[in-house]
């Protein structure tokens, strides 16, 4: 991809199934020459995962595999020979990054550890993604996606009813969720290698960074300070009504109202009947201790209209109630199609077919799918030397230069990202989350608000010290964690003036606006960029700042409606049933700081701002990839699964009951050896030994009667234990955490996931640290912020704003 933002850039993939290839995918899929490594004859295991077409098995027809691999070449090596590994070192040494997804045990008996490969190469940049990470009691564990995603309490919290078993989403969200995790701190200390000091390994436990930044990030400070945690309800918020999937006429819609002004657009929309008309009932509060009466009512108005009918209704109306679509319904609407999302590929076997497009738009630099995914060993003469990498060949610089001015702090670390300055105006926490990506990897992000209309983050409880206060916020502390702040009045033109001025001095602004507020407010990108060429703008609307839903108002929560996800998940035979979380909050603002660092990349080659458009649909949609290939091959419209394994390639895999209340475990077995050991280990039951129980498709055409005896051997044991011993057995289980169990579970105790700091109001205050641990560079992890706590430093020191008329800003509340 010759000009691509990341041309130039040599990554070696050393990963199998859906975390390691995605995180490589993202690289190659922006430029990145990406060569991927496979065992020889077999190749990655998703080449066996399908979904077929037909459902006929083969080795290059792969769904999954193809969605996965796309714009890579592929070697076939066995890197546990001697001359293999020997050719294996030899294309690491001529690569900039190390893309790897195996156990640290087996990285380390094959000679391929980062300390060995550093040797070899000092500039290397190593990303290992992991269940649950390089050191720590449950390093070297069996685990695949359903494991890490339960490990971080995710479901225990969020997705399920109360005694049945916490779910999952029906797809590898939780991999999906650390590729990306992997690809945006992995991307950034590439290309700020030379920031940085050199090169570094990065170790991404996927359960950790799934158990910190959506976990964590709005329960571990109140867990920590009251000892107090909540579970999951099998409503989408339990304390506001409507606020849930709910069935209508031909399907389902998400009905939240939150706000006054909303739940009156809702009556509007409904016809203002008269029950609605309670003044009582503009209260969220007051309308969720009526649940009882409000949902029956409101069911008997959705049961005679169609999901498009209510949202568009509802959306005209300012209520933001979006249609839950099924997957064949959200790639074929019409605002996918116009915003050239969904692409033609073209493979030899395969032949023409459709894939999910880039996950943002980037103008100045467009990305997604170049070329399908390639055969088996395609390009095995990369290693036999007719078409290798040099070692020795110059190295491409890589380096971000920013407005700002690296820390003079000898005691901190260089960062990839030292010298970036950022404006962040995005509000609650999808903005706020990119920021923070940002900061943690060395950017100086200060966050635009306002006391005028304090951002509702800051209103949400539990406050420090049971202090209403919107500098007492805990989630605010860790959800904003590293922005800074600074306040400024945007309903006054000094306030927009002001703004100006603080961007022409930044690198990127951040907003997460609805379409066309930003230049409403005199702030778009032609009048900044008229300011500071260039500028990389960010701009994360739910659906793209084109095209037919582009005016679409949703929350985090009923975002998943527009992208297929919510379809899938629920208990299997069932409707859909809501995560109680925004999942795609911290999802889109860790895709979104990748998306930066890759127009940063591009700037620093070309001088070249961009106004970067991020549909948080379109990127939320990548995770439903696998459901996608399914309907693109067979026409098969993917809808709950419980906890079984998306593609029926694991059985068991699922969510058992243990003793205790509320305590379950995590069992996936994905071969014949694995469900042997499993067999064993509860003592070879004469059950387990039937013909039908021999191979993994019998297992799966059985997989109701199969979990129910599992669950009940489960049910008389510690779910803890039993983690424990089934691991010792070789089986891939483990415990399905609680919220409260986060704070002691020994992995994240070791890997300090949580730590406990100084607020400037003199309280303490436990948030999530640097989830991903590296060997060079620290994160810089601080509170989120106190308003306006910046003020002096940008109005003052970097705007060069006279004292005396800064304090007459500030008595006119425009630097308020």
Same mark, same amino acid.
């Given at each position: 991809?010759?000009?691509?933002?990341?041309?130039?850039?040599?990554?070696?993939?050393?990963?199998?199934?859906?975390?390691?290839?995605?995180?490589?995918?993202?690289?190659?899929?922006?430029?990145?020459?990406?060569?991927?490594?496979?065992?020889?004859?077999?190749?990655?295991?998703?080449?066996?995962?399908?979904?077929?077409?037909?459902?006929?098995?083969?080795?290059?027809?792969?769904?999954?595999?193809?969605?996965?691999?796309?714009?890579?070449?592929?070697?076939?090596?066995?890197?546990?020979?001697?001359?293999?590994?020997?050719?294996?070192?030899?294309?690491?040494?001529?690569?900039?990054?190390?893309?790897?997804?195996?156990?640290?045990?087996?990285?380390?008996?094959?000679?391929?550890?980062? +300390?060995?490969?550093?040797?070899?190469?000092?500039?290397?940049?190593?990303?290992?993604?992991?269940?649950?990470?390089?050191?720590?009691?449950?390093?070297?564990?069996?685990?695949?996606?359903?494991?890490?995603?339960?490990?971080? $309490?995710?479901?225990?919290?969020?997705?399920?009813?109360?005694?049945?078993?916490?779910?999952?989403?029906?797809?590898?969200?939780?991999?999906?969720?650390?590729?990306?995790?992997?690809?945006?701190?992995?991307?950034?200390?590439?290309?700020?290698?030379?920031?940085?000091?050199?090169?570094?390994?990065?170790?991404?436990?996927?359960?950790?960074?799934?158990?910190?930044?959506?976990?964590?990030?709005?329960?571990?400070?109140?867990?920590?300070?009251?000892?107090?945690?909540?579970?999951?309800?099998?409503?989408?918020?339990?304390?506001?009504?409507?606020?849930?999937?709910?069935?209508?006429?031909?399907?389902?819609?998400?009905?939240?109202?939150?706000?006054?002004?909303?739940?009156?657009?809702?009556?509007?929309?409904?016809?203002?009947?008269?029950?609605?008309?309670?003044?009582?009932?503009?209260?969220?509060?007051?309308?969720?201790?009526?649940?009882?009466?409000?949902?029956?009512?409101?069911?008997?108005?959705?049961?005679?209209?169609?999901?498009?009918?209510?949202?568009?209704?509802?959306?005209?109306?300012?209520?933001?109630?979006?249609?839950?679509?099924?997957?064949?319904?959200?790639?074929?609407?019409?605002?996918?199609?116009?915003?050239?999302?969904?692409?033609?590929?073209?493979?030899?076997?395969?032949?023409?077919?459709?894939?999910?497009?880039?996950?943002?738009?980037?103008?100045?630099?467009?990305?997604?799918?170049?070329?399908?995914?390639?055969?088996?060993?395609?390009?095995?003469?990369?290693?036999?030397?007719?078409?290798?990498?040099?070692?020795?060949?110059?190295?491409?610089?890589?380096?971000?230069?920013?407005?700002?001015?690296?820390?003079?702090?000898?005691?901190?670390?260089?960062?990839?990202?030292?010298?970036?300055?950022?404006?962040?105006?995005?509000?609650?926490? $999808?903005?706020?989350?990119?920021?923070?990506?940002? +900061?943690?990897?060395?950017?100086?992000?200060?966050?635009?608000?306002?006391?005028?209309?304090?951002?509702?983050?800051?209103?949400?409880?539990?406050?420090?010290?049971?202090?209403?206060?919107?500098?007492?916020?805990?989630?605010?502390? $860790?959800?904003?964690?590293?922005?800074?702040?600074?306040?400024?009045?945007?309903?006054?033109?000094?306030?927009?003036?002001?703004?100006?001025?603080?961007?022409?001095?930044?690198?990127?602004?951040?907003?997460?606006?609805?379409?066309?507020?930003?230049?409403?407010?005199?702030?778009?990108?032609?009048?900044?960029?008229?300011?500071?060429?260039?500028?990389?703008?960010?701009?994360?609307?739910?659906?793209?700042?084109?095209?037919?839903?582009?005016?679409?108002?949703?929350?985090?929560?009923?975002?998943?409606?527009?992208?297929?996800?919510?379809?899938?998940?629920?208990?299997?035979?069932?409707?859909?049933?809501?995560?109680?979380?925004?999942?795609?909050?911290?999802?889109?603002?860790?895709?979104?700081?990748?998306?930066?660092?890759?127009?940063?990349?591009?700037?620093?080659?070309?001088?070249?701002?961009?106004?970067?458009?991020?549909?948080?649909?379109?990127?939320?949609?990548?995770?439903?990839?696998?459901?996608?290939?399914?309907?693109?091959?067979?026409?098969?419209?993917?809808?709950?699964?419980?906890?079984?394994?998306?593609?029926?390639?694991?059985?068991?895999?699922?969510?058992?009951?243990?003793?205790?209340?509320?305590?379950?475990?995590?069992?996936?077995?994905?071969?014949?050896?694995?469900?042997?050991?499993?067999?064993? +280990?509860?003592?070879?039951?004469?059950?387990?030994? +039937?013909?039908?129980?021999?191979?993994?498709?019998?297992?799966?055409?059985?997989?109701?009667?199969?979990?129910?005896?599992?669950?009940?051997?489960?049910?008389?044991?510690?779910?803890?234990?039993?983690?424990?011993?089934?691991?010792?057995?070789?089986?891939?289980?483990?415990?399905?955490?609680?919220?409260?169990?986060?704070?002691?579970?020994?992995?994240?105790?070791?890997?300090?996931?949580?730590?406990?700091?100084?607020?400037?109001?003199?309280?303490?205050?436990?948030?999530?640290?640097?989830?991903?641990?590296?060997?060079?560079?620290?994160?810089?992890?601080?509170?989120?912020?106190?308003?306006?706590?910046?003020?002096?430093?940008?109005?003052?020191?970097?705007?060069?704003?006279?004292?005396?008329?800064?304090?007459?800003?500030?008595?006119?509340?425009?630097?308020?």
């Amino acid at each position: 991809m010759t000009g691509a933002a990341l041309a130039g850039i040599r990554v070696v993939e050393l990963g199998q199934m859906v975390a390691a290839p995605y995180c490589a995918k993202l690289l190659a899929d922006y430029g990145a020459d990406v060569v991927k490594v496979e065992p020889r004859g077999s190749g990655d295991r998703a080449r066996h995962w399908g979904p077929f077409p037909d459902d006929v098995a083969h080795i290059e027809k792969s769904g999954l595999f193809h969605f996965l691999n796309t714009g890579k070449r592929s070697v076939a090596l066995d890197v546990g020979t001697a001359a293999d590994r020997e050719r294996f070192v030899a294309l690491v040494a001529g690569a900039d990054v190390l893309v790897e997804g195996n156990s640290p045990a087996w990285m380390r008996s094959v000679g391929l550890d980062y +300390a060995t490969l550093a040797e070899v190469n000092p500039d290397l940049v190593m990303i290992s993604i992991t269940p649950f990470g390089q050191d720590g009691p449950y390093a070297d564990w069996t685990g695949y996606d359903l494991n890490a995603f339960h490990l971080s $309490a995710a479901g225990h919290r969020y997705c399920g009813r109360r005694g049945e078993a916490p779910l999952e989403h029906g797809t590898f969200s939780a991999d999906f969720y650390g590729a990306t995790v992997a690809a945006a701190w992995g991307l950034a200390a590439t290309v700020g290698r030379e920031t940085a000091g050199g090169g570094q390994h990065l170790d991404v436990s996927v359960s950790e960074a799934v158990a910190a930044t959506f976990v964590g990030g709005q329960n571990i400070g109140g867990l920590a300070q009251d000892g107090r945690f909540d579970r999951r309800t099998g409503v989408g918020m339990g304390l506001n009504a409507p606020a849930a999937i709910m069935p209508c006429k031909d399907g389902f819609v998400w009905m939240i109202v939150l706000e006054t002004g909303q739940w009156r657009g809702l009556r509007e929309a409904m016809g203002d009947p008269e029950w609605a008309q309670l003044d009582m009932f503009d209260d969220m509060y007051v309308r969720g201790e009526n649940k009882d009466l409000i949902y029956p009512l409101v069911e008997s108005w959705t049961m005679q209209h169609t999901k498009t009918e209510i949202m568009e209704r509802c959306q005209a109306a300012g209520c933001p109630i979006t249609a839950v679509f099924t997957v064949a319904e959200a790639l074929e609407h019409p605002h996918l199609r116009d915003r050239g999302y969904v692409v033609e590929l073209d493979h030899s076997e395969l032949g023409r077919f459709r894939d999910l497009g880039a996950p943002f738009h980037l103008p100045a630099c467009p990305g997604g799918p170049a070329r399908a995914a390639p055969l088996l060993g395609e390009h095995d003469d990369i290693v036999a030397g007719d078409a290798g990498w040099d070692p020795g060949s110059p190295r491409t610089p890589l380096r971000i230069s920013g407005r700002g001015a690296a820390t003079s702090d000898v005691s901190v670390k260089p960062a990839p990202l030292d010298g970036v300055r950022v404006a962040n105006f995005g509000w609650v926490w $999808a903005g706020p989350m990119v920021g923070q990506t940002l +900061a943690f990897l060395g950017a100086d992000v200060y966050k635009v608000e306002s006391r005028a209309r304090i951002d509702m983050a800051r209103t949400i409880p539990p406050f420090a010290e049971g202090v209403r206060d919107p500098n007492r916020c805990l989630s605010q502390h $860790a959800g904003w964690a590293g922005n800074g702040s600074v306040t400024l009045n945007l309903r006054s033109a000094e306030g927009i003036e002001l703004a100006r001025r603080f961007v022409s001095e930044c690198d990127v602004v951040i907003e997460n606006f609805g379409p066309g507020v930003m230049d409403k407010l005199g702030l778009g990108y032609d009048v900044l960029s008229e300011d500071n060429p260039g500028l990389v703008m960010f701009s994360m609307p739910a659906a793209g700042l084109t095209g037919p839903l582009s005016g679409l108002r949703t929350y985090g929560l009923s975002l998943a409606s527009l992208t297929g996800l919510d379809s899938i998940t629920g208990y299997a035979g069932e409707g859909p049933l809501a995560m109680e979380n925004a999942y795609c909050d911290p999802f889109n603002g860790i895709m979104g700081a990748y998306s930066i660092v890759v127009a940063l990349r591009h700037r620093e080659n070309s001088g070249e701002g961009q106004h970067i458009d991020y549909s948080q649909q379109e990127a939320v949609m990548q995770m439903v990839g696998p459901a996608v290939m399914d309907y693109v091959l067979n026409g098969r419209v993917a809808g709950p699964l419980g906890n079984r394994h998306p593609l029926a390639m694991a059985a068991p895999h699922g969510v058992f009951p243990c003793a205790g209340d509320d305590n379950w475990i995590a069992i996936a077995c994905t071969t014949d050896d694995e469900w042997q050991a499993l067999v064993a +280990a509860m003592g070879d039951p004469a059950w387990a030994q +039937a013909p039908e129980l021999a191979d993994l498709a019998s297992r799966g055409a059985g997989i109701e009667d199969l979990h129910a005896r599992i669950g009940e051997w489960t049910a008389a044991f510690d779910h803890r234990d039993l983690a424990a011993d089934l691991q010792a057995a070789g089986v891939a289980a483990t415990p399905v955490l609680s919220v409260g169990e986060l704070l002691e579970d020994p992995q994240y105790r070791h890997r300090e996931t949580f730590v406990t700091l100084e607020h400037p109001l003199g309280f303490e205050s436990t948030i999530y640290g640097a989830y991903v641990k590296t060997s060079r560079s620290d994160a810089r992890v601080r509170l989120g912020p106190v308003l306006g706590c910046d003020n002096d430093f940008v109005f003052r020191e970097l705007l060069g704003i006279p004292e005396q008329r800064y304090e007459e800003l500030v008595a006119g509340e425009v630097i308020y």
